[in-house]
């Protein structure tokens, strides 16, 4: 397959014009504060993305903070990874995914504990980045108040990052969010192939 023919010349004209309108951007975006990112959709990749955002942190010396919820009955590389580095508080406070447990009552015990942890690390702003995994879900099966969560989230320190993820992020929580991703599926090796979970790719 042949590359399109490109004239150099418009190339260079077409990138100076999106140079300055970048630059532009960059001068006016002056605001210096912690950001709330929501990581939402059926696709892949929400937590990948929020673990991604975690070793970004440590890489700039921030200490950072992990919570999952519904997680838990099984061991993650990203776990064993993170876990005993410096600067990582880990915690994996889900008793596993709802399907298996059964147990409403169990889940919400689990969440409540769950977000206890949170709310500690939401009023020290030591934390330089904090990562609620599978919170969303946590929030649409009614574990936790989400007014509540609403507001520890808002109330957390002002250089302080919040990374929230998982399906169905409920509307206020996308509201307050500084940004929220959405992931779409398009092919899932699992769901259209039959391939069970990997090591390295899902665990």
Do not use: C
Request: no cysteine; proline share 3%.
């Amino acid at each position: 397959m042949s590359r399109p023919s490109i004239d150099p010349e418009r190339h260079a004209q077409r990138m100076a014009a999106k140079q300055k309108i970048m630059n532009e951007r960059i001068k006016a975006a002056d605001k210096e504060q912690g950001v709330l990112l929501v990581l939402t959709g059926p696709g892949k990749g929400k937590s990948s993305s929020g673990f991604g955002m975690l070793a970004r942190a440590l890489g700039h010396g921030m200490r950072v903070g992990v919570v999952q919820f519904i997680k838990g009955a099984f061991s993650t590389g990203e776990e064993a990874f993170f876990r005993d580095l410096p600067g990582v508080d880990y915690h994996v406070m889900g008793e596993g995914y709802t399907w298996d447990t059964q147990d409403r009552e169990r889940d919400v015990r689990a969440a409540e504990a769950a977000w206890e942890e949170a709310k500690r690390m939401l009023g020290d702003e030591r934390y330089g980045l904090v990562l609620f995994d599978e919170l969303n879900i946590a929030l649409r099966h009614g574990y936790l108040d989400l007014d509540a969560v609403l507001d520890d989230l808002q109330a957390r320190p002002a250089m302080q990052h919040a990374v929230v993820t998982g399906r169905h992020a409920p509307e206020a929580l996308i509201e307050l969010a500084d940004t929220v991703t959405e992931m779409k599926v398009v092919k899932h090796a699992f769901k259209d192939q039959g391939i069970k979970a990997q090591k390295g790719v899902e665990l």
